[in-house]
C-alpha cells in the first residue's frame, strides 16, 4: 500500500525474495511505473472500498498474505487491515495517522507489526582519513557506500 519510497522498496524486497505476485497500491503513473520495473505485477489504482474489491479480487478471493502498509493515513490503514487474507500479516511501516479495527484482525488472526527501520543497521562502515577523501566521493558515486565517515 503506498507507491512511495518505502513502498516501491518493499515491492523490489519482495520481488528479490522470490514472491511470486507483487501487487502494488498507489496512484502516481511515474512511481507505478517504477514499481512495475521493481516487480509489481499487478497495479492498483483505485482507493477505499474499490481497491478493496479489486485486491480481494486480483487475490482469488482471500486477500494478501503480506500487507506493507506504506501511507499512514486512516483509509490506507483500513484498507490494509481488509485486504489482509486471515492467518496474514499486515505490517504497518507508514508511520500511522489513524486506527486499525484490532478486533477485526484479531478475529481473522491477522498479525500485526510495524515500527521505525533500523536504517542505520543496515548502512555498510566506510572510514576514511581526510587526505583519501576522494576515495569516500568515489565510493559513494560508484554505489559502494551510502555514507562516508571522514576522519581527520
Same mark, same amino acid.
Given at each position: 500500500?503506498?507507491?512511495? $519510497?518505502?513502498?516501491?522498496? $518493499? =515491492?523490489? $524486497?519482495?520481488? *528479490?525474495?522470490?514472491?511470486? *505476485?507483487?501487487?502494488?497500491?498507489?496512484?502516481?503513473?511515474?512511481?507505478? #511505473?517504477?514499481?512495475?520495473?521493481?516487480?509489481?505485477?499487478?497495479?492498483?489504482?483505485? *482507493?477505499?472500498? #474499490?481497491?478493496? !474489491?479489486?485486491?480481494?479480487?486480483? @487475490?482469488?478471493?482471500?486477500?494478501?498474505?503480506?500487507?506493507? #502498509?506504506?501511507?499512514?493515513?486512516?483509509?490506507?490503514? @483500513? @484498507?490494509? $487491515?481488509? =485486504?489482509?487474507?486471515?492467518?496474514?500479516?499486515?505490517?504497518?511501516?507508514?508511520?500511522?495517522?489513524?486506527?486499525? !479495527?484490532?478486533?477485526?484482525?484479531?478475529?481473522?488472526?491477522?498479525?500485526?507489526?510495524?515500527?521505525?527501520?533500523?536504517?542505520?543497521?543496515?548502512?555498510? #562502515?566506510?572510514?576514511?582519513?581526510?587526505?583519501?577523501?576522494?576515495?569516500?566521493?568515489?565510493?559513494?558515486? !560508484?554505489?559502494?557506500?551510502?555514507? =562516508?565517515?571522514?576522519?581527520?
Amino acid at each position: 500500500m503506498g507507491d512511495g $519510497a518505502v513502498g516501491l522498496c $518493499a =515491492v523490489l $524486497a519482495a520481488h *528479490r525474495a522470490g514472491v511470486e *505476485r507483487v501487487l502494488l497500491l498507489g496512484h502516481h503513473e511515474r512511481r507505478l #511505473e517504477i514499481g512495475r520495473n521493481f516487480g509489481a505485477t499487478d497495479l492498483v489504482v483505485a *482507493r477505499g472500498p #474499490e481497491a478493496h !474489491d479489486q485486491i480481494i479480487d486480483i @487475490t482469488g478471493g482471500v486477500g494478501a498474505d503480506l500487507v506493507v #502498509e506504506a501511507v499512514g493515513e486512516q483509509d490506507a490503514i @483500513t @484498507t490494509a $487491515a481488509a =485486504v489482509c487474507a486471515p492467518g496474514g500479516v499486515v505490517s504497518m511501516v507508514g508511520g500511522p495517522h489513524g486506527e486499525l !479495527d484490532l478486533f477485526g484482525c484479531f478475529l481473522r488472526n491477522v498479525t500485526l507489526t510495524g515500527g521505525l527501520a533500523p536504517v542505520r543497521r543496515y548502512l555498510p #562502515e566506510s572510514t576514511l582519513p581526510l587526505p583519501d577523501i576522494d576515495r569516500g566521493y568515489r565510493a559513494v558515486l !560508484d554505489r559502494r557506500a551510502t555514507k =562516508v565517515l571522514v576522519t581527520a
